[in-house]
T-cell receptor
Framework: AQSVTQLDSQVPVFEEAPVELRCNYSSSVSVYLFWYVQYPNQGLQLLLKYLSGSTLVKGINGFEAEFNKSQTSFHLRKPSVHISDTAEYFCAVDQNQGGKLIFGQGTELSVKP | DTGVSQDPRHKITKRGQNVTFRCDPISEHNRLYWYRQTLGQGPEFLTYFQNEAQLEKSRLLSDRFSAERPKGSFSTLEIQRTEQGDSAMYLC??????????????FGPGTRLTVT
């Protein structure tokens, strides 16, 4: 069965420091990969997506992610975080081109001054 | 276009009561999805529609749950005989086919259900 593992449930970091949120997935077929952000009491907002092509994907708010097929990973990075980046981040896969998304359990990013 | 909307935003109900949630997708989006999210967890897929056809249902969707999208526009999710374990955030998303065959899902703000 397809699954998504976010390796860190909580990531505390100081403002202006770099951050990496890790995501591994299991699938025997090609997948589309996504990172979403969720602010308190809100729905999910798409940060970035990997469909094909370049393995380095740039998204909104200065985030980027790198697809590594051999490692089945899709880690999210930002070189310098802001207080406003404090939120829950979810990695998700779609192996059926438009069907359901399978989400990881989320990583709570907490940016401290 | 105001995005995906859900109504109500919050619902408190007593165990055993029936509840119904509504989702209005982005105009022209032919796919509509329902997910459930419990505290500290990622969203879990419940079901999705293409136009008015329900294409997939999760095993999580017991026979107390029913979803409809009668005219291929808005959708309703009904939970009969609610249980405390049904307390969760219910998220709706919609999508349409984009480049490379992907379907980017746009999420609504969710309906938070509390069963007392």
């Amino acid at each position: 069965a397809q699954s998504v593992t976010q390796l860190d449930s909580q990531v505390p970091v100081f403002e202006e420091a770099p951050v990496e949120l890790r995501c591994n997935y299991s699938s025997s077929v090609s997948v589309y990969l996504f990172w979403y952000v969720q602010y308190p009491n809100q729905g999910l907002q798409l940060l970035l997506k990997y469909l094909s092509g370049s393995t380095l994907v740039k998204g909104i708010n200065g985030f980027e992610a790198e697809f590594n097929k051999s490692q089945t990973s899709f880690h999210l990075r930002k070189p310098s975080v802001h207080i406003s980046d404090t939120a829950e981040y979810f990695c998700a896969v779609d192996q059926n081109q438009g069907g359901k998304l399978i989400f990881g359990q989320g990583t709570e990013l907490s940016v401290k001054p | 276009d105001t995005g995906v909307s859900q109504d109500p935003r919050h619902k408190i109900t007593k165990r055993g009561q029936n509840v119904t949630f509504r989702c209005d997708p982005i105009s022209e989006h032919n796919r509509l999805y329902w997910y459930r999210q419990t505290l500290g967890q990622g969203p879990e897929f419940l079901t999705y529609f293409q136009n008015e056809a329900q294409l997939e249902k999760s095993r999580l969707l017991s026979d107390r749950f029913s979803a409809e999208r009668p005219k291929g526009s808005f959708s309703t999710l009904e939970i009969q005989r609610t249980e405390q374990g049904d307390s969760a955030m219910y998220l709706c998303a919609s999508s349409t086919r984009e480049t490379l065959g992907s379907y980017e899902q746009y999420f609504g703000p969710g309906t938070r259900l509390t069963v007392t």
